[in-house]
């Protein structure tokens, strides 16, 4: 008896990209969450900012203005506004994690003069300027795991459109109603995508199939659920547990 007659390489690789995705994409999903949780700017307080420096823990440090998010693709970390005398203080300290704080002026001083000990006024505005160099050329070890994360959540998305674009039509929604709702927080959309269409699909395309207006909805109307509770859990639970 002759052996079958082996598949060509087209027909296996449609064989395989299936179980690939299947298992990859959560897997960079679950790269990204945690580098881009550890690295999320947590509120904090200048007394902590005053500690830290201190303690020598204040790595990087930058005066800002606020955060520019307006460019910013998806689940890439948030950037500063740069300003000389922004109100909004931010470092990172030597674990990698992000801090700031609102309120200090420029002229501020760290502790009351002592002339014994050569600390009077604007000496933590000295101590900070010969830290604040570092940020954008390094920015240590937060910017290292923030360039991870947006590694990760870069190729995350680049493999999720191209399968939902240049893949076999979705099942439970339209190409349009997942590209929309791909793109809510926290990587939620991706993972229910995942789920309805790799994991769980149905076995054959859904009657009525959601649109993209009906994306477009679930979008809007799960991004104030995801924020509300976001809000809430960070009342409950504190900046460091939920940062932002």
Request: charged letters at 15%; zero cysteines; hydrophobic letters at 50%.
């Amino acid at each position: 008896m002759s052996p079958p007659p082996s598949q060509p390489f087209g027909g296996r690789w449609r064989e395989v990209l299936p179980v690939v995705l299947r298992w990859g994409l959560p897997v960079l999903w679950l790269l990204w969450a945690p580098l881009a949780w550890w690295v999320a700017p947590r509120e904090s307080s200048e007394a902590q900012l005053d500690r830290d420096l201190v303690t020598g823990r204040v790595v990087t440090f930058q005066r800002a203005s606020g955060w520019a998010d307006d460019d910013a693709y998806w689940a890439s970390p948030p950037r500063l506004r740069y300003a000389a005398n922004g109100g909004l203080l931010v470092w990172t300290v030597p674990n990698g994690q992000t801090r700031y704080a609102f309120g200090a002026s420029p002229d501020a001083y760290l502790v009351e003069p002592d002339p014994s000990a050569g600390v009077g006024p604007g000496w933590r505005e000295a101590r900070l300027a010969a830290i604040a160099g570092t940020w954008r050329m390094d920015g240590g070890s937060a910017q290292r795991i923030a360039n991870a994360a947006g590694l990760f959540a870069g190729v995350l998305t680049v493999v999720w459109l191209g399968r939902l674009i240049g893949g076999a039509p979705p099942l439970a929604g339209t190409r349009w109603f997942w590209f929309w709702v791909g793109f809510l927080p926290l990587g939620v959309g991706v993972l229910a995508w995942m789920y309805r269409e790799l994991w769980k699909p149905p076995p054959g395309p859904v009657p009525g199939r959601s649109s993209g207006w009906r994306g477009v909805g679930w979008l809007l109307l799960a991004s104030i659920g995801i924020s509300l509770l976001v809000s809430v859990a960070r009342g409950l639970l504190g900046t460091m547990v939920v940062p932002g």
